[in-house]
């Protein structure tokens, strides 16, 4: 009988430098309602259909954002452009500033659900979650997208190896 090795330490890790590998485009989720107000930078974003239009998102389960998204079912994703390197590393907590200080820093309006988007996105998915479940250490919420806002052809941020970076 084989021990299972999934488990250890040194197998998660190489599972985490296999993942960085994977250049993935960036993104801050935006939500706003009765639970408050909250902001996180993601790369775990993931179409599912376009018949509906459907996200997933992959977030991990200490993550502050986690019971504001689930009380407040509304949601923007903003899709970052490469010039908004600083609003991602405002919203993933690489900066000092609060989570309220990292709206103060950009220009947002909202869409039609009243959630907040960046202004200079590449695009705008506005949606509400219609289902959650958790897997390991994370929790999946799958949004149905009800409003969509393209815009320009700017290059797009992306992460990769651990590092921001500039997709054409």
């Known amino acids: ?3 299972d090795h999934t488990h250890t330490p040194a197998f998660q890790q190489d599972f985490r430098h296999a993942m960085a590998s994977c250049a993935a485009g960036v993104h801050v989720i935006t939500t706003d ?11 775990a974003v993931t179409s599912i259909t376009d ?9 991990n389960r200490k993550a502050a954002i986690i019971p504001i ?8 994703i903003n899709v970052l ?3 908004q390197q600083d609003v991602a590393e405002h919203f993933a ?13 950009h220009i947002w309006h909202r869409g039609e ?3 907040l988007q960046v202004e200079g996105a590449l695009a705008h998915l506005h949606g509400r979650i219609i289902a959650e479940h958790e897997v390991g250490t994370h929790k999946v919420f799958y949004v149905r997208i009800g409003e969509i806002k ?7 941020l992306v992460y990769f190896r651990r590092r921001f970076c500039e997709l054409a």
């Open 1 to 3: 009988m084989s021990s």
């Open 113 to 115: 659900n009243g959630q």
């Open 33 to 43: 309602g009765a639970a408050g107000r909250y902001g996180i930078t993601m790369t």
């Open 93 to 105: 907590g690489m900066t000092k500033l609060s989570p309220e200080e990292r709206f103060e820093y």
């Open 51 to 59: 018949e509906p239009p459907t996200v997933m998102l992959c977030i």
């Open 150 to 156: 393209i815009h320009g052809a700017e290059p797009a």
């Open 81 to 83: 452009s490469a010039s």
């Open 69 to 76: 998204l689930s009380a407040n079912r509304d949601l923007c």
